[in-house]
C-alpha cells in the first residue's frame, strides 16, 4: 500500500466519521443501517438512535445539477419548500413538518447559519449552489436540546466537499438551458500529506421570466434575471495522528431583479445580497472519543433598491448587515459497553445594523435606521445528552440550558428511547421539548418589542423503520404533534392601525409521513406520503387553519435506474395537494384567502458516462408542462430543460 495512503488511513476514517459520515445511501432516504451525524453530533446508525434522519447523497446530488437547492430539497417526504419553482433568486419558504420557515435550523457542516438581519432570522438557501455540496442530511423532529434556538421542527444539515483521496483530482462542469440559465463550475479536491484541500468555484447566471403574473396580458413585464457567483474552500491539516485543524470559507453574491408585488411589475426593483460563511476549528482524538472546537462568522448583507415602476416618484431603499459569531465546544466520549455521551457549550453573538427608506411625492419622511451596534443579543448555553445501549434497547436522555440575553432563561430536553428487533425493525418515540428566541427584527425595529418571549414548543414523536429485506427493501412511518405557545405574532390595533410584535397565541400542529424503498445495483425506487394539518389559536380564542402556502397532503416517487453501465434514468414526482394563500385586495383593502389547485410535477433525468472522465447529463423538469401557482401573483416554471457535461482529471 502507497505509505502516504497509510499514514492517513486511520485519521481520515476519523475524521470522515466526526465531520461527514459518508453514506451508503443512493437516494433521498433512511435506512436503518445509514451512518449519520446530525441527530447526535456524532457519527451514529440510524439502528442505534431513535431519530428521524433523510439524507440526500452525493451521488443523488449528481443527479440535480440542473436544480437548485430549493428544488432539490422539495422532493425530500415532509418538506415543502414553497416558491422553489418560482422566478430565479425569489426568496423561498421551507415548511417542514408544516412549520414555519424560521422554526428549521439550518446548519453549514454542523454548525448554524442565520440572517440576522431577516425578520425571522432565517438563511435563504438560493445562496447555496447545488455544485459545492457534498450530502445533506434533515433531521426531522426537535433538535432544540443539540442545536438551541430555532431548531424547532428540525434541522437542515449542508455537508460541503471536503478532501477524500490522496493526491489532487479536480473536476470542470458547464450546463445551460431554458429561460438563458447557464451554469459554470470548477473543483479541485484531494489530500497532499497531511494537508486536505477542497476548493469550488460556480458561476450561474439566469434572465428568468417575469416573476409577477400579468393578468392582462401586456407582454411588457421585465424578466426577473438572477446571478450568482460563489466560492467555497475546505482544509484539513493533521498537526498529528491526534490533532487535525480545520477552515472553511463559504461567499457567494446574488444580485437580480425582483417585481414589486403580486401582479405587479417594476422595472427599477433590484438587489445585491452577499452571503459569508467562515469558521476555524480544532479536533483532538481522544482514546474513546474526541473533542471538537470551532468558531464560525456568518454575515449576510442585503441591498434592496426600488425606483418605482417607470421612474415614478416612488423610492424605496432597504439596506441591512447581519453578523452572526458562533463558537462551541462539542465532547463526545464512549463511557463502556453500554453509555456514550455528548456533551457541549456554545456562545452566539447576533447583531445587525439597518437602514430603510421609504418616499413618495408629497410624502418624505427621515429614513428608519438602527445603527451598527444598537441592535443585538447573545445566547449562551450548555448540553448533555446521554445515550444507552444494550442488546435490543437505546435510550437518549438530555437537556440543554439556554441564557439569552434579552428573552432569559429556556430549558429544553430530549427523552428518547428505541427498540430493534430482529436487526431489521427500529421502533422509536420521542418526547422533546423546543425554543425559537425572537429576532433582532422582532426586538428592535421600529415594530419591534424587546419584552418579547421565546417561542416554546413541545414535540411528539412514533414510528417504526422496518428493514423488510436487508438493504433492498425497507418500510417506515413516523407520527408527530407539536404544540407551541407563545406565538410571536404581528398585531396591528385595528383603531390606530399602530403594528407591533406581540407573543399570545398557541399553535398546534400534527401529521404523519409513511415511505417505501427499493434498492438494488441497478435499480432504486421510493413512494412516500406526508400528511400534516394544525391551527392557531389567538389571544382571544380564535382558531384559524393558518398553514397558509402548506399543503395537507403531499405524496411522491422517485426511480432511478442504472440502464446500463454508461446509462442512468431518473425519474421524479410530486403531488402537491391543495393549501390556501393571503392576498392584499387593494380595491377593498381587505386581505383574501385564496384557495391554491392541487398539482403534480414529474421532473426526468439521464446521465451519460461517455469516458471515464467525461460525463453527460440531462434534465426535464415540469415534463407534462403543468400550468400552477406557488404564490398568489406570482408565475412558475414551465417545461424547463438543462444540459451539460462533467470532466474530470488528475
Given at each position: 500500500?502507497?505509505?502516504?495512503?497509510?499514514?492517513?488511513?486511520?485519521?481520515?476514517?476519523?475524521?470522515?466519521?466526526?465531520?461527514?459520515?459518508?453514506?451508503?445511501?443512493?437516494?433521498?432516504?433512511?435506512?436503518?443501517?445509514?451512518?449519520?451525524?446530525?441527530?447526535?453530533r456524532?457519527?451514529?446508525?440510524?439502528s442505534?438512535?431513535?431519530?428521524?434522519?433523510?439524507?440526500?447523497?452525493a451521488?443523488?446530488?449528481?443527479?440535480?445539477?440542473?436544480?437548485?437547492?430549493?428544488?432539490?430539497?422539495?422532493?425530500?417526504?415532509?418538506?415543502?419548500?414553497?416558491?422553489?419553482?418560482?422566478?430565479?433568486?425569489?426568496?423561498?419558504?421551507?415548511?417542514?413538518?408544516g412549520?414555519?420557515?424560521?422554526?428549521?435550523?439550518?446548519?453549514?457542516?454542523?454548525?448554524?447559519?442565520?440572517?440576522?438581519?431577516?425578520?425571522?432570522?432565517?438563511?435563504?438557501?438560493?445562496?447555496?449552489?447545488?455544485?459545492?455540496?457534498?450530502?445533506?442530511?434533515?433531521?426531522?423532529?426537535?433538535?432544540?436540546?443539540?442545536?438551541?434556538?430555532?431548531?424547532?421542527?428540525?434541522?437542515?444539515?449542508?455537508?460541503?466537499?471536503?478532501?477524500?483521496?490522496?493526491?489532487?483530482?479536480?473536476?470542470?462542469?458547464?450546463?445551460?438551458?431554458?429561460?438563458?440559465t447557464?451554469?459554470?463550475?470548477?473543483?479541485?479536491?484531494?489530500?497532499?500529506?497531511?494537508?486536505?484541500?477542497?476548493?469550488?468555484?460556480?458561476?450561474?447566471?439566469?434572465?428568468?421570466?417575469?416573476?409577477?403574473?400579468?393578468?392582462?396580458?401586456?407582454?411588457?413585464?421585465?424578466?426577473?434575471?438572477?446571478?450568482?457567483?460563489?466560492?467555497?474552500?475546505?482544509?484539513?491539516?493533521?498537526?498529528?495522528?491526534?490533532?487535525?485543524?480545520?477552515?472553511?470559507?463559504?461567499?457567494?453574491?446574488?444580485?437580480?431583479?425582483?417585481?414589486?408585488?403580486?401582479?405587479?411589475?417594476?422595472?427599477?426593483?433590484?438587489?445585491?445580497?452577499?452571503?459569508?460563511f467562515?469558521?476555524?476549528?480544532a479536533?483532538?482524538?481522544?482514546?474513546?472519543?474526541?473533542?471538537?472546537?470551532?468558531?464560525?462568522?456568518?454575515?449576510?448583507?442585503?441591498?434592496?433598491?426600488?425606483?418605482?415602476?417607470?421612474?415614478?416618484?416612488?423610492?424605496?431603499?432597504?439596506?441591512?448587515?447581519?453578523?452572526?459569531?458562533?463558537?462551541?465546544?462539542?465532547?463526545?466520549?464512549?463511557l463502556?459497553?453500554?453509555?456514550?455521551?455528548?456533551?457541549?457549550?456554545?456562545?452566539?453573538?447576533?447583531?445587525?445594523?439597518?437602514?430603510?427608506l421609504f418616499?413618495?411625492?408629497?410624502?418624505?419622511?427621515?429614513?428608519s435606521?438602527?445603527?451598527?451596534?444598537?441592535?443585538?443579543?447573545?445566547?449562551?448555553?450548555v448540553?448533555?445528552?446521554?445515550?444507552?445501549?444494550?442488546?435490543?434497547?437505546?435510550?437518549?436522555?438530555?437537556?440543554?440550558?439556554?441564557?439569552?440575553?434579552?428573552?432569559?432563561?429556556?430549558?429544553?430536553?430530549?427523552?428518547?428511547?428505541?427498540v430493534?428487533l430482529?436487526?431489521?425493525?427500529?421502533?422509536?418515540?420521542?418526547?422533546?421539548?423546543?425554543?425559537?428566541?425572537?429576532?433582532?427584527?422582532?426586538?428592535?425595529?421600529?415594530?419591534?418589542?424587546?419584552?418579547?418571549?421565546?417561542?416554546y414548543?413541545?414535540?411528539?414523536e412514533?414510528?417504526?423503520?422496518?428493514?423488510?429485506?436487508?438493504?433492498?427493501?425497507?418500510?417506515?412511518?413516523?407520527?408527530?404533534?407539536?404544540?407551541?405557545?407563545?406565538?410571536?405574532?404581528?398585531?396591528?390595533?385595528?383603531?390606530?392601525?399602530?403594528?407591533?410584535?406581540?407573543?399570545?397565541?398557541?399553535?398546534?400542529?400534527?401529521?404523519?409521513?409513511?415511505e417505501?424503498?427499493?434498492?438494488?445495483?441497478?435499480?432504486?425506487?421510493?413512494?412516500?406520503?406526508?400528511?400534516?394539518?394544525?391551527?392557531?389559536?389567538?389571544?382571544?380564542?380564535?382558531?384559524?387553519?393558518?398553514?397558509?402556502?402548506?399543503p395537507?397532503?403531499?405524496?411522491?416517487a422517485?426511480?432511478?435506474?442504472?440502464?446500463t453501465?454508461?446509462?442512468?434514468?431518473?425519474?421524479?414526482?410530486?403531488?402537491?395537494?391543495?393549501?390556501?394563500?393571503?392576498?392584499?385586495?387593494?380595491?377593498?383593502?381587505?386581505t383574501?384567502?385564496?384557495?391554491?389547485?392541487?398539482?403534480?410535477?414529474?421532473?426526468?433525468?439521464?446521465?451519460?458516462?461517455?469516458?471515464?472522465?467525461?460525463?453527460?447529463?440531462?434534465?426535464?423538469?415540469?415534463?407534462?408542462?403543468?400550468?400552477?401557482?406557488?404564490?398568489?401573483?406570482?408565475?412558475?416554471?414551465?417545461?424547463?430543460?438543462?444540459?451539460?457535461?462533467?470532466?474530470?482529471f488528475?
Amino acid at each position: 500500500m502507497n505509505k502516504v495512503l497509510l499514514k492517513l488511513s486511520l485519521p481520515t476514517v476519523l475524521i470522515t466519521s466526526l465531520l461527514c459520515a459518508e453514506s451508503k445511501a443512493q437516494d433521498s432516504t433512511r435506512s436503518i443501517n445509514e451512518v449519520v451525524v446530525t441527530a447526535t453530533r456524532s457519527a451514529k446508525k440510524l439502528s442505534e438512535t431513535g431519530r428521524v434522519v433523510t439524507v440526500i447523497s452525493a451521488q443523488e446530488i449528481a443527479r440535480a445539477q440542473g436544480r437548485s437547492l430549493p428544488q432539490l430539497l422539495n422532493t425530500v417526504p415532509g418538506i415543502t419548500f414553497s416558491g422553489a419553482q418560482n422566478a430565479p433568486g425569489l426568496a423561498t419558504s421551507v415548511f417542514l413538518r408544516g412549520a414555519s420557515t424560521g422554526n428549521t435550523l439550518i446548519l453549514i457542516d454542523g454548525f448554524p447559519a442565520n440572517n440576522a438581519g431577516s425578520i425571522d432570522g432565517s438563511y435563504d438557501l438560493n445562496a447555496f449552489p447545488v455544485d459545492q455540496i457534498e450530502r445533506i442530511e434533515i433531521l426531522k423532529g426537535s433538535g432544540s436540546t443539540m442545536y438551541g434556538s430555532d431548531a424547532v421542527a428540525g434541522v437542515i444539515n449542508i455537508i460541503t466537499k471536503h478532501a477524500k483521496t490522496a493526491g489532487l483530482k479536480g473536476n470542470l462542469q458547464a450546463s445551460g438551458g431554458s429561460y438563458n440559465t447557464f451554469r459554470q463550475s470548477a473543483g479541485l479536491n484531494g489530500k497532499l500529506n497531511k494537508t486536505g484541500l477542497a476548493i469550488n468555484l460556480s458561476n450561474n447566471d439566469s434572465k428568468g421570466f417575469p416573476a409577477a403574473v400579468d393578468t392582462l396580458g401586456t407582454g411588457t413585464f421585465r424578466k426577473t434575471g438572477f446571478h450568482q457567483r460563489s466560492a467555497s474552500v475546505n482544509v484539513d491539516q493533521e498537526l498529528s495522528r491526534k490533532f487535525i485543524l480545520n477552515g472553511n470559507l463559504q461567499v457567494s453574491r446574488n444580485t437580480g431583479n425582483l417585481p414589486n408585488g403580486t401582479f405587479t411589475n417594476d422595472e427599477n426593483y433590484d438587489y445585491r445580497n452577499t452571503f459569508l460563511f467562515g469558521g476555524l476549528g480544532a479536533t483532538v482524538l481522544l482514546p474513546k472519543g474526541a473533542l471538537k472546537l470551532k468558531v464560525t462568522q456568518n454575515t449576510v448583507k442585503n441591498n434592496f433598491e426600488n425606483l418605482g415602476p417607470d421612474n415614478d416618484s416612488t423610492h424605496q431603499v432597504t439596506r441591512n448587515i447581519g453578523r452572526i459569531t458562533n463558537a462551541e465546544a462539542v465532547f463526545n466520549y464512549d463511557l463502556g459497553r453500554y453509555f456514550d455521551i455528548t456533551s457541549g457549550g456554545g456562545y452566539k453573538y447576533t447583531n445587525s445594523s439597518q437602514y430603510s427608506l421609504f418616499e413618495q411625492a408629497f410624502y418624505h419622511p427621515e429614513p428608519s435606521v438602527i445603527p451598527a451596534g444598537a441592535a443585538n443579543n447573545s445566547i449562551s448555553s450548555v448540553y448533555t445528552s446521554l445515550f444507552f445501549k444494550s442488546d435490543i434497547f437505546h435510550m437518549e436522555v438530555g437537556g440543554r440550558y439556554n441564557h439569552h440575553s434579552t428573552a432569559g432563561n429556556k430549558f429544553t430536553y430530549t427523552i428518547n428511547p428505541s427498540v430493534l428487533l430482529a436487526d431489521q425493525l427500529k421502533i422509536f418515540g420521542n418526547l422533546s421539548s423546543a425554543f425559537k428566541a425572537p429576532s433582532l427584527y422582532q426586538l428592535t425595529s421600529q415594530y419591534g418589542n424587546l419584552e418579547l418571549k421565546p417561542e416554546y414548543t413541545k414535540s411528539y414523536e412514533a414510528g417504526f423503520d422496518w428493514e423488510i429485506v436487508s438493504n433492498t427493501l425497507s418500510f417506515n412511518t413516523a407520527f408527530f404533534k407539536r404544540n407551541t405557545s407563545n406565538v410571536i405574532y404581528f398585531f396591528t390595533d385595528p383603531k390606530t392601525f399602530a403594528s407591533n410584535y406581540e407573543n399570545g397565541s398557541f399553535q398546534k400542529d400534527k401529521g404523519f409521513e409513511t415511505e417505501l424503498k427499493y434498492n438494488s445495483k441497478v435499480l432504486t425506487a421510493t413512494a412516500w406520503y406526508a400528511y400534516v394539518t394544525g391551527k392557531l389559536t389567538d389571544a382571544n380564542g380564535l382558531q384559524t387553519n393558518n398553514l397558509y402556502r402548506r399543503p395537507k397532503n403531499t405524496f411522491g416517487a422517485n426511480v432511478a435506474l442504472q440502464a446500463t453501465k454508461q446509462v442512468s434514468v431518473g425519474v421524479t414526482y410530486k403531488y402537491t395537494g391543495e393549501r390556501r394563500d393571503t392576498y392584499f385586495n387593494p380595491v377593498s383593502f381587505k386581505t383574501d384567502i385564496i384557495n391554491l389547485k392541487h398539482y403534480n410535477l414529474v421532473d426526468l433525468h439521464l446521465g451519460w458516462a461517455a469516458t471515464s472522465k467525461l460525463s453527460l447529463f440531462g434534465d426535464v423538469n415540469n415534463l407534462l408542462d403543468v400550468k400552477y401557482t406557488d404564490w398568489v401573483g406570482y408565475n412558475t416554471m414551465c417545461a424547463n430543460f438543462t444540459v451539460g457535461a462533467n470532466y474530470q482529471f488528475k
